[in-house]
């Protein structure tokens, strides 16, 4: 799966809405009702950097892993940055960036959740 292929991914998630945002930040978002569920850094040397959020427990086992990161800034949220998308499982990649947007959709109040769903 490659960068292009996540992008239309992320898209496709019901009330999924992108941003891109100029310099300094450069970054492409993804959110739902204002909840982001993934990003993509659009400025070198970090270009098509991909970041999601995860569980506790699939954070500590995917930082172990070569080409993943915890997130700058938001680590501490138990987002991750995936270095290379075209590296990792695809199966596997499409299941964490679904618990990222059923993660953000959960944070939302029960009436904005009964809209999009």
């Given at each position: 799966?490659?960068?292009?292929?996540?992008?239309?991914?992320?898209?496709?998630?019901?009330?999924?809405?992108?941003?891109?945002?100029?310099?300094?930040?450069?970054?492409?978002?993804?959110?739902?009702?204002?909840?982001?569920?993934?990003?993509?850094?659009?400025?070198?040397?970090?270009?098509?950097?991909?970041?999601?959020?995860?569980?506790?427990?699939h954070f500590l086992e995917l930082t172990d892993q070569k080409g993943i990161m915890p997130a700058?800034?938001?680590?501490?949220?138990?987002?991750?940055?995936?270095?290379?998308?075209?590296?990792?499982?695809?199966?596997?990649?499409?299941?964490?960036?679904?618990?990222?947007?059923?993660?953000?959709?959960?944070?939302?109040?029960?009436?904005?959740?009964?809209?999009?769903?």
């Amino acid at each position: 799966m490659n960068s292009s292929q996540v992008k239309q991914l992320c898209r496709g998630f019901t009330g999924a809405i992108e941003n891109l945002h100029a310099a300094p930040a450069n970054i492409l978002t993804f959110k739902v009702q204002g909840k982001k569920f993934a990003y993509f850094k659009t400025s070198s040397p970090q270009k098509w950097r991909f970041s999601i959020r995860v569980s506790p427990q699939h954070f500590l086992e995917l930082t172990d892993q070569k080409g993943i990161m915890p997130a700058r800034y938001m680590g501490r949220f138990h987002w991750i940055t995936v270095v290379e998308v075209a590296e990792f499982d695809e199966a596997y990649l499409q299941d964490l960036i679904q618990y990222s947007y059923d993660k953000a959709v959960s944070s939302l109040s029960k009436k904005l959740q009964r809209q999009i769903c």
